[in-house]
């Protein structure tokens, strides 16, 4: 009852948003699986509370951690039912971090041209609503999206924007990841394939929590290994 009543004096439920910011740290922390068990929490706990607002937030999390997860199928089903509820509750926030993080499912899955037209929407909508927060890791989504795409200049430019934004902002929870994307693009040119070594490395400094690929030389073994 105590929860309940603090929803409507903050307009949302703390324990909803605890239990996200716990599954984003879990998976940042290399914990997959408990991010995944702390997402869904979070959001039967958010249905039980039958406030809109609170939904809204914990599947736009989930939306986002399932996205992080490779669990896409998952990820575009949460999304859309958060995209429908916030048409219905006329929630802009909501349904703009929902179309970035769907944007980002899609493109992962394969549709890329429509995927990347899906982060571009959100991030656009995101922007109008004045909010700064978070753009560091759209943009790491939006990069690789592009990658997959074949569009690595463009990619490589994404990167350098997201980049610039963290000196901006001091968000670095998705540094070590868009360095890792920093190498990925880097190696797509010939000319500038030693910085891709930079990257990588830069990448395991600040702490990557994904495998780095190997394109086929053993350049990223060496990397790991401090070579």
């Keep these: 009852?105590?929860?309940?009543?603090?929803?409507?004096?903050?307009?949302?439920?703390?324990?909803?948003?605890?239990?996200?910011?716990?599954?984003?740290?879990?998976?940042?922390?290399g914990h997959p699986d408990r991010a995944e068990v702390l997402a869904r929490q979070a959001v039967e706990?958010?249905?039980?509370?039958?406030?809109?607002?609170?939904?809204?937030l914990a599947l736009c999390f989930a939306t986002l951690t399932y996205v992080l997860r490779g669990d896409l199928a998952l990820a575009r089903t949460e999304g859309e039912e958060?995209?429908?509820?916030?048409?219905?509750?006329?929630?802009?926030?909501?349904?703009?971090?929902?179309?970035?993080?769907?944007?980002?499912?899609?493109?992962?899955q394969g549709d890329d041209a429509r995927g990347i037209r899906g982060i571009d929407d959100g991030l656009a909508a995101w922007s109008h609503l004045g909010s700064h927060l978070l753009?560091?890791?759209?943009?790491?989504?939006?990069?690789?999206?592009?990658?997959?795409?074949?569009?690595?200049?463009?990619?490589?430019?994404?990167?350098?924007?997201a980049l610039r934004r963290i000196d901006d902002s001091g968000e670095r929870f998705y540094e070590a990841e868009l360095h890792r994307l920093s190498g990925e693009t880097l190696?797509?040119?010939?000319?500038?394939?030693?910085?891709?070594l930079v990257g990588l490395r830069e990448a395991l400094r600040v702490g990557v929590l994904r495998p780095v690929v190997d394109d086929g030389d053993g350049e990223a073994a060496e990397v790991a290994d401090g070579g």
């Design 135 to 161: 753009k560091t890791w759209i943009l790491g989504f939006k990069a690789e999206a592009l990658l997959r795409a074949g569009h690595h200049a463009e990619a490589a430019t994404t990167v350098v924007d």
């Design 187 to 196: 190696v797509n040119f010939d000319e500038v394939a030693a910085e891709h």
């Design 1 to 29: 009852e105590r929860d309940r009543g603090s929803v409507h004096q903050f307009q949302a439920d703390g324990l909803v948003g605890s239990l996200m910011y716990r599954g984003w740290s879990a998976w940042f922390l």
């Design 82 to 108: 958060v995209l429908h509820l916030c048409i219905e509750q006329e929630m802009p926030q909501w349904a703009a971090m929902a179309q970035f993080a769907v944007g980002a499912a899609v493109a992962l």
């Design 45 to 56: 706990h958010a249905r039980a509370l039958n406030h809109p607002h609170t939904l809204g």
